[in-house]
C-alpha cells in the first residue's frame, strides 16, 4: 500500500517558535506538495518540489520554508510560527508532475498560541 | 490562481442527483477530483485529461471541456457514503485546489 506519513497529528506551539512539519512518503515519488487547509478556503497550495533540493512556491509561501534533502522527505518549516498559521497542514505526493494522482497524508493540525 | 467551484455546498435526498463545477483561469494540462470525508485525507476520484472526455467512477462522473477550462462533477442517485466534500484539482506541472464543495446526502 501506497504511503505518505506526517511525523505529528496535533502540534500546539507558542508565537516565536520554530515548528517543523514533516512528511516522508515510500513510493518513489519524485513530486512532493505542502497544502494548508483552512474552512471555507481549500487547500492553497505552500510549497512543492520536482525533485531532491529543488522547491517552488505556492500561492502563500510567506512564513513558510521548505526543505526537500532526500527524495522520499519533504519538511515544511514556519521560522517564526504566528497564530494565523494555526491550521491543518496536509502534505502529499505524486510519481507525475503532470497527471499523477497525488496521495496524501493525514494531516497535522498546528495550533499556535 | 485557485480554481473557482460551484455550489459551495448542496444537500440532497438520497438517489437525487447534483453537479458540482469547476473552472480554471489558466490553461490546464488535466483536471483532478477528490472527494474528503471528516477527519480523513482527501481520496482520489478521478482525473481528466485534455481532449473533453468523460470519466467514471461508480455513479460518479466528470468531463473537462478544455476550450473553456471547466470541469462539471456529475453525482447520480446519491448514495449516504457520497457526503463529503468535493475539491477539484487544477494540474499544469503543480496543483491547485478549489474551495471546494459540501454535499450532504440524507437518507
Known amino acids: 500500500d501506497v504511503k505518505v506519513t506526517q511525523s505529528s497529528r496535533y502540534l500546539v506551539k507558542r508565537t516565536g517558535e520554530k515548528v517543523f512539519l514533516e512528511c516522508v512518503q515510500d513510493m518513489d515519488h519524485e513530486n512532493m506538495f505542502w497544502y494548508r487547509q483552512d474552512p471555507g478556503l481549500g487547500l492553497r497550495l505552500i510549497y512543492f518540489?520536482?525533485?531532491?533540493?529543488?522547491?517552488e512556491k505556492g500561492d502563500i509561501p510567506e512564513g513558510y520554508s521548505v526543505s526537500r534533502e532526500k527524495k522520499e522527505r519533504f519538511s515544511l518549516i514556519l521560522e517564526s510560527a504566528s497564530t494565523n498559521q494555526t491550521s491543518m497542514y496536509l502534505c502529499?505526493?505524486?510519481?507525475?508532475?503532470?497527471?499523477?494522482?497525488?496521495?496524501f497524508g493525514e494531516g497535522s493540525r498546528l495550533t499556535v498560541l | 490562481q485557485q480554481p473557482v467551484q460551484s455550489p459551495q455546498a448542496v444537500i440532497l435526498r438520497e438517489g437525487e442527483d447534483a453537479v458540482i463545477n469547476c473552472s480554471s483561469s489558466?490553461?490546464?494540462?488535466?483536471v483532478h477530483w477528490y472527494r474528503q470525508k471528516h477527519g480523513e485525507a482527501p481520496v482520489f476520484l478521478m482525473i481528466l485529461l485534455k481532449g473533453g472526455e468523460q470519466k467514471g467512477h461508480e455513479k460518479i462522473s466528470a468531463s473537462f471541456n478544455e476550450k473553456k477550462q471547466q470541469s462539471s462533477l456529475y453525482l447520480t442517485a446519491s448514495q449516504l457514503s457520497y457526503s463529503g466534500t468535493y475539491f477539484c484539482g487544477a494540474n499544469n506541472n503543480d496543483m491547485r485546489f478549489g474551495a471546494g464543495t459540501r454535499l450532504t446526502v440524507k437518507p
Open positions: 518540489s520536482y525533485d531532491v533540493k529543488m522547491k
Open positions: 502529499a505526493s505524486s510519481f507525475l508532475a503532470r497527471g499523477g494522482e497525488l496521495f
Open positions: 489558466k490553461a490546464l494540462y488535466s
